[in-house]
């Protein structure tokens, strides 16, 4: 294998691993003309795979690719004992079955969501394949496995999300959840709680309090006063006439 096809290998699994979130093992859906290929060219498909995208890889077809080879007879009789090795994917076309390639893009509507990789001698399925953001597309050449440059259409989708243009539904739960979790989402119909401050004593409370005149004690003091006074006078008046009488 060389090291320079190695190397663009190496760098477009980077892509696809950044932008799309692929992980291992990666999860290849093969038809019967990749199969037809390998055969011809002598490549051991699980063998080399791995080895090529550097990470566990899981060989898939569907009974669409399956069914196909059995109907084309002799002349791919080599590449349906091949494809029946791989693990068989379930797909939407139990009882009316489809062409291979009709078959592979069902699995790969609405934004790859199994991440599949696509191999494939089929030119029109590859032209197909590559109008879709985040498929990668594998294919033989010059007896060797290659792994094809990121499409227009998948560079175009990541260049929006580097410009927060658009947000994949992944990310967008991703986010839910992470403000979930801190305690940073929306409540009670969309309004947040406003957190209360942390402050000083109320203003009012430190006003010092208003001593009582003496003018409020004054009147009460008085009166004692003259209550005092008066009855002095009585007593006086009495003794008076007390002494008055024993003159008398």
Do not use: W
């Not at 590859?126 to 985040?134: H, R, Y």
């Not at 119909?189 to 203003?203: E, H, L």
């Amino acid at each position: 294998m060389g090291l320079r096809r190695q190397k663009h290998a190496k760098k477009n699994m980077g892509f696809y691993k950044h932008n799309f979130h692929f992980r291992e093992p990666f999860q290849v859906l093969l038809d019967g003309t990749f199969c037809q290929a390998a055969l011809r060219n002598k490549i051991q498909i699980r063998e080399q795979l791995p080895g090529y995208l550097g990470g566990a890889t899981q060989l898939c077809t569907t009974r669409c690719v399956l069914k196909e080879l059995e109907s084309l007879g002799k002349a791919l009789y080599g590449a349906k004992l091949i494809a029946q090795r791989f693990q068989v994917r379930s797909c939407s076309h139990h009882k009316d079955p489809v062409s291979g390639s009709t078959c592979l893009l069902s699995l790969i509507e609405e934004g790859n969501p199994h991440h599949y990789f696509i191999a494939t001698q089929d030119q029109d399925l590859a032209n197909k394949v590559k109008k879709k953001a985040g498929v990668p597309l594998l294919f033989i050449i010059q007896n060797t496995m290659v792994l094809d440059k990121p499409s227009p259409k998948s560079l175009a989708f990541v260049q929006k999300l580097q410009t927060n243009d658009l947000v994949p539904e992944h990310q967008k739960q991703s986010i839910v959840q992470l403000k979930e979790k801190e305690g940073l989402a929306k409540q009670d119909g969309g309004k947040r709680r406003k957190r209360k401050r942390a402050g000083g004593p109320n203003p009012l409370s430190c006003l010092k309090k208003k001593k009582k005149t003496q003018e409020g004690q004054e009147p009460s003091a008085e009166k004692k006063k003259r209550r005092k006074r008066k009855q002095n006078r009585i007593k006086a008046e009495a003794v008076q006439s007390v002494q008055k009488n024993e003159e008398e």
